[in-house]
């Protein structure tokens, strides 16, 4: 029996509007790092850390790493970080956001116009096994963009 693709929502960024980015500021690089495993079988075990991604201004950034199994274990060679809904994406560094095993992906630039609110986006990795179709995994953790 094949298993379902994983699919968990919660994905969340919130903003605070009538902020204006300082000229010449660096923020934070605020990290979110992505366990995958897929799994003998079929599936997967996914765990991101933290959750909830909260960035301290409004010039941080989010850098997310995939982080690699342990040995003999299976895992996806990246996965992309994308909105839930393609107009509810609060930076200006486009997407989706491929993230791999060798090199993190970062999304970054929030501009004073984008309003206060809540901004979901998704993980999505697809794990591959011999003899089954590939299975799409689907993860939504949360980002929260502060004042």
Same mark, same amino acid.
């Given at each position: 029996?094949? $298993?379902?693709?994983?699919?968990?929502?919660?994905?969340?960024?919130? =903003?605070?509007?009538?902020?204006?980015?300082? /000229?010449?500021?660096?923020?934070?690089?605020?990290? +979110?790092?992505?366990? *995958?495993?897929?799994?003998?079988?079929?599936?997967?075990?996914?765990? #991101?850390?933290?959750?909830?991604? /909260? =960035?301290?201004?409004?010039?941080?950034? #989010?850098?997310?790493?995939? +982080?690699?199994?342990?040995?003999?274990?299976?895992?996806?060679?990246?996965? =992309? #970080? &994308?909105?839930?809904?393609?107009?509810?994406?609060? *930076? %200006?560094?486009? *997407?989706?956001?491929?993230? $791999?095993?060798?090199?993190?992906?970062?999304?970054?630039?929030?501009?004073?116009? +984008?309003? &206060?609110?809540?901004?979901?986006?998704?993980? %999505?990795?697809?794990?591959? *096994?011999?003899?089954?179709?590939?299975?799409? +995994?689907? #993860?939504?953790?949360?980002?929260?963009?502060?004042?």
């Amino acid at each position: 029996m094949r $298993k379902l693709p994983l699919v968990l929502c919660a994905g969340v960024v919130l =903003l605070s509007a009538g902020w204006r980015l300082p /000229q010449g500021q660096q923020g934070t690089k605020r990290p +979110v790092s992505i366990h *995958f495993k897929c799994e003998t079988g079929g599936g997967a075990t996914v765990t #991101i850390n933290p959750w909830r991604r /909260q =960035l301290g201004a409004r010039t941080d950034s #989010i850098q997310w790493t995939l +982080v690699t199994p342990g040995p003999g274990d299976s895992a996806p060679d990246s996965v =992309l #970080i &994308a909105p839930k809904s393609v107009n509810q994406w609060p *930076f %200006t560094s486009g *997407f989706p956001i491929s993230v $791999k095993t060798s090199k993190p992906g970062v999304a970054q630039g929030i501009q004073a116009t +984008v309003p &206060a609110g809540t901004y979901k986006y998704s993980v %999505t990795g697809i794990c591959k *096994f011999p003899g089954m179709a590939p299975d799409t +995994v689907v #993860i939504d953790p949360d980002m929260i963009i502060p004042t």
